[in-house]
C-alpha cells in the first residue's frame, strides 16, 4: 500500500531558486526510508513539503494516513516543564482535535505506547529531568500516538552519544518489524543506518540521485 506518492514535486521559498527539482518517490507501508545527503540538499525542505508546513503549488503529494513526526531535538525547549505522560499523550491531540478531553483510548494508547518504550516507570518525570535517549523515546512515543502507520524523523540522534544512538536506530526498527511502522528518517549517518533501513534516498541539489534498497547502496568509500 503506498502510504505517500510524490509527483514532479518542485518547490523555491519566494524570491529564491528552486530546492526541490522534480521529486518523484512513493513509500510503501512497512518501509524503513532514510533520506540522506549534504546539508542544503534539500532533504528538510521535502519533509516540511510532505507535512504540509511548505505550500506546494508544483507537483502533487497524496498523503494516505496519519503521520507522527519528531524533529530535531535542537528544536524542542529542553527546559520543557510537562511530564512524560502529559507529552506523550499530548501526541493523540489530532485524532480528537474538536475536543479538549482525552478519550479512555487516548489513555490507554498512551499506556501502551510508554510500556513498549519503557517509560511508564518514568512517566511522572518532567521531561527537562531525562537523558538525551530517555527525551527522544518520549518524543518518539508522543510520535506514535498520533499514527498508527507511519512516523517521519529528523536526525533523531543527532548530538548523540553513539551508543544511545544505536539504542534508538534498534528501537526504531523494532517497531518497523514487530509494528509494521513505515519509517521515514532524515540522517547524515548513511554508514551506521544502512544496517537498520531497507531503503536509502540520496538527495543532492534538490534532486533524487540515488533510491536504492539499503544493500545496495555504496557509501563513500565502499567499493
Known sequence: MELIKIENLSFGYSN???????????????????IVGENGSGKSTLIKCILGLNKVEDGTIKIQSRIGYL???????????????EIV??????NNIKSILYSKEDKKKTKEIMEKLELYNLRKKCFYELSGGQKQRVLIARALCSTDKIIILDEP????DPKIAVEIYELLKKLNEENNLTIVMISHDVHR???YASRIVEIENGRIIKDLPATEYKCGGEG
Do not use: H, M, W, Y
Request: hydrophobic share 35%.
Open 16 to 34: 529564491s531558486e528552486e530546492i526541490l527539482k522534480k521529486i518523484n518517490l512513493v513509500i510503501e507501508e512497512g518501509e524503513f526510508v532514510c
Open 71 to 85: 524533529p530535531q531535538i535542537t528544536d524542542i525547549q529542553n527546559n520543557f516543564p510537562a511530564s512524560i505522560e
Open 89 to 94: 499523550r499530548s501526541g493523540t491531540i489530532p
Open 157 to 160: 540522534v543527532n548530538g548523540l
Open 193 to 195: 543506518v544502512k544496517k
